[in-house]
Each structure stands twice: as C-alpha cells, then as structure tokens.
C-alpha cells in the first residue's frame, strides 16, 4: 500500500501507540540534543502535545555539543551521511574519533545517543567524533543495506577513511590525532581497521566478532545470521570467513587497543574478545587491555548497571587521551 510520514520532524520516534477509538498516536521521541519524552497528537499528526521534559534540569547545567550532519564522497561513487560531533572547546583542528556503529545493518540518525556517553564526555574535552553510515547501514533502503555483504571490511573501510580524510582536509580533524571505537559490528570494523591501516594512535573496541569461523558456532545467531551475511555456509565459503577474521592478522596492529566484553554477552560471546586479546598479546607489539564486565550482556552500554556504563565511558576516555592525546593539555 501507500506509506506516508504522519509524525516528522528532525527526529526519532523510538515507540508509539495508536488508540483505536479516537485514532490518536503516543509515542516517544528523541532529537540530537534531547532524551526522548512523550508526545501525542491525532492520527494525522496534527495538535502534538509534549508531556514530558524528564531530562529538562540536567540539560540546563551542561553544554552538549554540537552535531551536523555531513555529506561525504564514497570511493565507490555517490556520497554517504555523516553525524559529526563538535569539540565544545571550538579547537579546530581536534583529535578525532571515529565511532562505528554495529548492525552491520544499524545506524547512526538525529537522536540522542543513551549508549555512547563518551561521545559527549569526549566533545566536552576538545574532541570531534564522526559516526558515519557507510554501506551496509539501515534506513537507506535494501540494496544499500545489504551492500557490504560477504565484503565486510574490504568495502566499507574505504569509506570510513575517504570520510576521515575529508575531515582532515578540511581543517576538522588532526591527522596526527585519530583513534577508533567501535561496538559488535563497530568492534569488527575497529578490529579490521587496525589490522589494515597504522593510522590510529588508540582503540577502543567493544564486544568486537574477530573470527567468523568460532561465531559462526558460537553466537546465539550465529548458525544463520553468519551464511547470510557471507551468501553461504561455513562449510562451502570457509576461505571468505577466514580472509574476513581480523584474527587473522593481529601481527599488523601498531595501535594501542583497549578491548571491552560483557560476560553475558550471546550475540558476539566474549571469547570473540578474548581471541583479539589473545592474539595481540601473542603477537607482542602494542598495549592491549582486556575488561571483563560480570553479568554484562551485548547490549550492557545500554541497559546494564549503571556502574558497569559509568566505568565504560571512563575507560574509553581515559584510553583514547592516553594515547592519542589529551586536547586540553
């Protein structure tokens, strides 16, 4: 049938209700510099109401960065969205982050983000954070989704740097400042990254897949998403699950990385994490730390204990500025 946009905005609706009787339409939304709060309005989406300011008091006492949105050129022709969060200190050029979202096939839009916290807590320090939507990201349709299968990491990495290089030509970004974070699909992508290219001073790498051959038997999804993803079984493509496996070349990694792993974890296990570590400490050439969190699940940055969130974003923090530097010294 016909689809047509009835709640708009420069926004997200992460939920909604419609009640039958009256067509009328709750929902929660959030923008780049609000938590979401409730709204409602009639099922055309005219007469919105918003109920709630729930995060008004904290917002007031902090300065939240700014975000844009940038258009980038593809190496592989055409362009791709970037979100691009500015240092608050105004430094030009500032030590960049390069975020990486997971998925493969998520992505990054005008939200607030109530998992990545050291976004913020790093724009407040003198830092920019690019969170690009390469190919393979959702929201831009079926073919662009699906864009990067069986070619994770050879294709979109392309991207992410031709993007970070712009930021750089541009006068954003110091080149001689980078680091890279990333969480499941982004722990994959940082992991590849750091195996292919000594441009980072510092990782951070969350709940990462290192080897497609052991996720393939160990996560939850594993036994289906991995086929899927790589157009054929392990069995009849194992040369394309071993020359997609960062594990496969750690002995390359020049940058200092941090690797973060909930115990709980079913969707990438932490033995994902525990063979990066493994391997990089095997190999002998950088820094590398291992942070185990009891009862974290994948999405622990999330929903997990506040106390487990708190010492993420502090770990990330501390690491990229210990390595890539500290803007404000």
Known sequence: GTVRAVVTGARQVTSFSVHAATGRIAFSAADLDTPADVYACAGDGSAEERFTRVNAQL???IALPRVERRVFHSPHGGTIDGWLFLPTTGAKPA???LDIHGGPHSFMGNAFSPTYFYRYTLASRGWAILALNPTGSGSYGKQFAHGIRT???EYDMLEQMAAVDALIADGIADGERLAIAGASYGGFMSSWIITHTDRFQAAAIDAPVSNLESFHGTSDVGIWFTPFEMRDGLIANRETYRRLSPIH???RVTTPTLILHGEAD?????????ELFAGLVAAGRVPVEFVRYPGGSHGFILNGRPSHRVDFTR????WVERYAGDPRR
């Open 151 to 153: 070619r994770w990491g």
């Open 95 to 97: 030590p960049l982050l």
């Open 59 to 61: 917002l007031a006492g």
């Open 315 to 318: 770990r990330v923090t501390d």
């Open 266 to 274: 079913d969707r990438c296990p932490i033995s994902q994490g525990e």
């Open 249 to 251: 070349y750690v002995e």
